[in-house]
C-alpha cells in the first residue's frame, strides 16, 4: 500500500537532522568515532554506517490517516488513527497473534520470602497456556522487595538464556541487576523468551506456535518477536493477581531483539505503563528508510522467522512501507518510553533511533503533559528525556549494561 500523506514538515526536519549530522563535530552532540565506523565499514563492506551515504527520505505522515484526515487531537488519535497505526505494523511487520482461545492458569511452583538476605520474596511462577489437550508453561521469575506494599515492576525479556538471570543470585549479570533494583523499590521480574518460541526459523511447528496457530500460515501471521511480546503481557495477567506487584505500575524492557520485542509488546498492551527499548536497531527504534548498519534485507535474510512474510515486501523496497519505526514509537504514548543506545553499536543506528523518537513527539504531545527532546543527538553518557520520553546513548559496544540500567531506573522514578 502506498501513502500519499507524506508531509512537508518531515522533509524539512529530515534535511534538518541530516545537516545537524554532518556537521555535529562538537562536544555538545554524539557522533559516531571514525574509528568505529571503519572497523564496522571494514568487516561488511555491503552495510553502511556513514552518514553522508544515507539516501534521501520521507517518513510517512505519523498524524493523517490512510484516508486524508489530519489528526488534531488525542482523542482522534486513540479513536482512529492509532487503531490504524497499530494494525498497519501487525500487517506489515510483526503480524497478528491468532484469535484461537485458550486457557491460563498460574502455579506459585516456589517462595523464599527471605531471599536476597531478606530484602526480597522470591516467586517462581509457571504461567501455563493451553488449548485442548496443548500446554506450554511460560516461566517467570520475581523478586519483590519486602516492603509489605505493592511494588512497581521492571519485567525483562530475557532474549540472552537463563545463565543471566539466575534466580539463586549465585551468578550475578549486568544484564539483569536484580539487588540494585530491588534497593531501589522495584519488583524484577524476567522470563525466558525461548519458552514462547525459540529463537530459530524452524517452521513454525513449536513453542506457542504449536498451541495457537490454525491453518495454513498466512502473509500476516505472527513471527516470533510477536510471540515474545505476547508472553510479555501472560506475565503482565499474572501481575494483576499478585498483591505484590502493582500491575499499573509495570515497564517492559528489552535488549536488542528484546528491544524490538518490548516496542511491540507495549504498542499492543497499553497496560504497560513503561517501555524501555535498549539497543532495538531495525525492526525497533531505528528507522527502515535511513538503510544504516542492519537493514530489512539483512533482518529478513539472517533472522526469517521473527517477523510476519509481509515484511519481505520492503526488503530494498523500505520507501513503500506504509509505516516507519517513528510511528512504532508513537503507539507507547501517552504512557513513557525509554530508547537507549551506544555508542560503538551503529549496526543498530543509533542516531537514526534518536531521529525515531523525536518524529514520534508529535503524537506524544497530542498527550499532556508536553514532551521535548533536544535537536541534536545528546553528548555520549548524557541521558536526556522532556515530558514521556527519555533518551541515552552508553559508551562502550552493544549490551545492556547497570549503568543503563541505572539511567533506565532514574526515569522509571519519574514515570513509574
Ligand atoms: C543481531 C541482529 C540485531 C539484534 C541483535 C541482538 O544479530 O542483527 O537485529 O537483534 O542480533 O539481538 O543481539
Same mark, same amino acid.
Given at each position: 500500500?502506498?501513502?500519499?500523506?507524506?508531509?512537508?514538515?518531515?522533509?524539512?526536519? @529530515?534535511?534538518?537532522?541530516?545537516?545537524?549530522?554532518?556537521?555535529?563535530?562538537?562536544? +555538545?552532540?554524539?557522533?559516531?568515532?571514525?574509528?568505529?565506523?571503519? &572497523?564496522?565499514?571494514?568487516? #561488511?563492506?555491503?552495510?553502511?554506517?556513514?552518514? +553522508?551515504?544515507?539516501?534521501?527520505?520521507?517518513?510517512?505522515?505519523?498524524?493523517?490517516?490512510?484516508?486524508?484526515?489530519?489528526?488534531?487531537?488525542? +482523542?482522534?488519535?486513540?479513536?482512529?488513527? #492509532?487503531?490504524?497505526?497499530?494494525?498497519?505494523?501487525?500487517?506489515?511487520?510483526?503480524?497478528?497473534?491468532?484469535?484461537?482461545?485458550?486457557?491460563?492458569?498460574?502455579?506459585?511452583? $516456589?517462595?523464599?520470602?527471605?531471599?536476597?538476605?531478606?530484602?526480597?520474596?522470591?516467586?517462581?511462577? !509457571?504461567?501455563?497456556?493451553?488449548?485442548? +489437550? &496443548?500446554?506450554?508453561?511460560?516461566?517467570?521469575?520475581?523478586?519483590?522487595?519486602?516492603?509489605?506494599?505493592? $511494588?512497581?515492576? %521492571?519485567?525483562?525479556?530475557?532474549?540472552?538464556?537463563?545463565?543471566?538471570?539466575?534466580? $539463586?543470585?549465585?551468578? &550475578?549479570?549486568?544484564?539483569? *541487576?536484580?539487588?540494585?533494583?530491588?534497593?531501589?523499590?522495584?519488583?524484577?521480574?524476567?522470563?525466558?523468551?525461548?519458552?514462547?518460541?525459540?529463537?530459530?526459523?524452524?517452521?513454525?511447528?513449536?513453542?506457542?506456535?504449536?498451541?495457537?496457530?490454525?491453518?495454513?500460515?498466512?502473509?500476516?501471521?505472527?513471527?516470533?518477536?510477536?510471540?515474545? =511480546?505476547?508472553?510479555?503481557? #501472560?506475565?503482565?495477567?499474572?501481575?494483576?493477581?499478585?498483591?505484590?506487584?502493582?500491575? &499499573? /505500575?509495570?515497564?517492559?524492557?528489552?535488549?536488542?531483539?528484546?528491544?524490538?520485542?518490548?516496542?511491540?509488546?507495549?504498542?499492543?498492551?497499553?497496560?504497560?505503563? %513503561?517501555?524501555?527499548?535498549?539497543?532495538?536497531?531495525?525492526?525497533?527504534?531505528?528507522? =527502515?528508510?535511513?538503510?544504516?548498519?542492519?537493514?530489512?534485507?539483512?533482518?529478513?535474510?539472517?533472522? *526469517?522467522?521473527?517477523?510476519?512474510?509481509?515484511?519481505?515486501?520492503?526488503?530494498?523496497?523500505?520507501?513503500?512501507?506504509?509505516?516507519?519505526?517513528?510511528?512504532?514509537?508513537?503507539?507507547?504514548?501517552? #504512557?513513557?518510553?525509554?530508547?537507549?543506545?551506544? !555508542?560503538?553499536?551503529?549496526?543498530? !543506528?543509533?542516531?537514526?533511533?534518536?531521529?525515531?523518537?523525536?518524529?514520534?513527539?508529535?503524537?506524544?504531545?497530542?498527550?499532556?503533559?508536553?514532551?521535548?527532546?533536544?535537536?541534536?543527538?545528546?553528548?555520549?553518557?548524557?541521558?536526556? $528525556?522532556?515530558?514521556?520520553?527519555?533518551?541515552?546513548? /552508553?559508551?562502550?559496544?552493544?549490551?545492556?549494561?547497570?549503568?543503563?540500567?541505572?539511567?533506565?531506573? !532514574?526515569? @522509571?522514578?519519574?514515570?513509574?
Amino acid at each position: 500500500m502506498r501513502l500519499i500523506c507524506y508531509y512537508l514538515p518531515a522533509v524539512i526536519f @529530515a534535511l534538518f537532522t541530516f545537516t545537524v549530522d554532518l556537521s555535529a563535530q562538537t562536544n +555538545e552532540s554524539w557522533k559516531a568515532s571514525e574509528a568505529v565506523i571503519e &572497523k564496522l565499514s571494514n568487516n #561488511r563492506t555491503n552495510v553502511n554506517y556513514r552518514e +553522508e551515504k544515507v539516501p534521501e527520505y520521507v517518513l510517512p505522515d505519523q498524524l493523517m490517516t490512510v484516508g486524508g484526515i489530519k489528526i488534531k487531537n488525542a +482523542e482522534q488519535w486513540t479513536e482512529s488513527r #492509532r487503531k490504524e497505526v497499530l494494525e498497519l505494523f501487525r500487517e506489515n511487520v510483526f503480524g497478528r497473534v491468532p484469535s484461537t482461545p485458550y486457557d491460563k492458569s498460574f502455579t506459585i511452583v $516456589s517462595k523464599d520470602d527471605k531471599a536476597l538476605g531478606g530484602l526480597a520474596t522470591l516467586k517462581m511462577v !509457571d504461567i501455563t497456556i493451553s488449548s485442548g +489437550e &496443548k500446554k506450554l508453561v511460560i516461566h517467570l521469575t520475581l523478586f519483590t522487595p519486602n516492603t509489605g506494599k505493592p $511494588s512497581p515492576v %521492571l519485567l525483562l525479556i530475557d532474549n540472552r538464556g537463563p545463565l543471566n538471570t539466575d534466580p $539463586s543470585r549465585q551468578k &550475578k549479570s549486568e544484564f539483569w *541487576p536484580v539487588e540494585e533494583g530491588i534497593a531501589r523499590g522495584y519488583a524484577m521480574a524476567v522470563f525466558y523468551n525461548a519458552d514462547l518460541d525459540p529463537d530459530k526459523f524452524d517452521d513454525f511447528k513449536n513453542g506457542i506456535h504449536a498451541i495457537l496457530d490454525e491453518g495454513t500460515r498466512k502473509s500476516d501471521s505472527w513471527g516470533t518477536l510477536a510471540a515474545w =511480546a505476547w508472553g510479555a503481557s #501472560r506475565c503482565m495477567d499474572y501481575f494483576e493477581t499478585d498483591t505484590d506487584t502493582d500491575s &499499573k /505500575r509495570v515497564a517492559v524492557i528489552g535488549h536488542s531483539r528484546g528491544g524490538k520485542t518490548a516496542l511491540w509488546a507495549g504498542a499492543e498492551d497499553q497496560r504497560f505503563s %513503561l517501555v524501555i527499548s535498549n539497543e532495538s536497531g531495525c525492526g525497533g527504534a531505528a528507522p =527502515a528508510r535511513r538503510r544504516f548498519g542492519e537493514t530489512v534485507s539483512i533482518i529478513n535474510t539472517a533472522f *526469517p522467522h521473527w517477523f510476519c512474510l509481509n515484511y519481505r515486501k520492503y526488503i530494498d523496497n523500505e520507501d513503500e512501507m506504509p509505516v516507519d519505526m517513528h510511528m512504532l514509537l508513537g503507539l507507547i504514548a501517552p #504512557r513513557s518510553l525509554y530508547v537507549a543506545c551506544a !555508542d560503538e553499536d551503529l549496526w543498530g !543506528d543509533p542516531a537514526g533511533s534518536y531521529i525515531s523518537l523525536q518524529h514520534s513527539l508529535p503524537i506524544f504531545n497530542l498527550f499532556k503533559p508536553a514532551s521535548s527532546l533536544p535537536a541534536l543527538i545528546p553528548p555520549l553518557d548524557t541521558p536526556v $528525556s522532556g515530558g514521556k520520553v527519555g533518551f541515552h546513548i /552508553r559508551s562502550g559496544d552493544h549490551n545492556m549494561l547497570l549503568k543503563d540500567w541505572n539511567w533506565f531506573m !532514574d526515569f @522509571a522514578d519519574k514515570h513509574l
